[in-house]
């Protein structure tokens, strides 16, 4: 009988050089580590014309899906500079903040990174284009609502403009 073995993989935050998201992309991809770079379109503006270039949603990140090895190859990679760590060891991300954060990007829209984590009701979408969709309701501009999905490692959270269609279930701590 054949012993299988499971190597558990889990999601951490990799820190990159400055400006070195899509290198390390690049990087990972040539080392097969399996990884996901946040990404929104921004309209540039120059002197004589605007441009829509893709930009990484967190600046100096880049998420791997990884064992242990894998994780320890990803830090060989020259636009790696370290993985995030909490009390000395490498920070495990909860897997459903990844999905919320493709889910949200996935609809392609208008986002607004902020720098800390919002307070407030702590919400689940049941309908319209984020469906399943947990983070905390805010207000950022006058009777506007947005959502905050947060990365909580990062201390970073995305927030997206709510459609009028979207009905919002409280949820319960």
């Not at 830090?75 to 903040?97: C, D, H």
């Not at 800390?116 to 984020?130: L, Q």
């Given at each position: ?6 190597i558990k ?65 990803s830090l ?66 006058k009777d ?30």
């Amino acid at each position: 009988m054949q012993n299988l073995i499971v190597i558990k993989r889990n999601w951490y935050a990799l820190y990159t050089k400055p400006r070195h998201e899509f290198k390390a992309k690049e990087q990972l991809s040539a080392v097969s580590v399996e990884h996901y770079l946040p990404t929104f379109l921004k309209t540039k503006q120059w002197s004589d014309r605007k441009k829509k270039i893709l930009e990484p949603l967190f600046k100096g990140y880049i998420f791997i899906y990884a064992n242990e090895k894998e994780r320890l190859t990803s830090l060989e990679q020259t636009a790696v500079v370290r993985t995030i760590s909490f009390k000395g060891k490498p920070a495990v991300i909860p897997e459903w903040e990844i999905e919320n954060l493709k889910k949200v990007l996935s609809e392609s829209p208008e986002v607004i990174v902020s720098e800390r984590i919002e307070t407030g009701a702590h919400v689940k979408i049941t309908s319209g284009p984020f469906n399943g969709v947990e983070g905390v309701v805010t207000e950022y501009q006058k009777d506007e609502k947005y959502l905050a999905v947060s990365v909580e490692l990062l201390q970073r959270s995305v927030l997206v403009k709510l459609p009028k269609e979207s009905v919002i279930k409280i949820k319960e701590s």
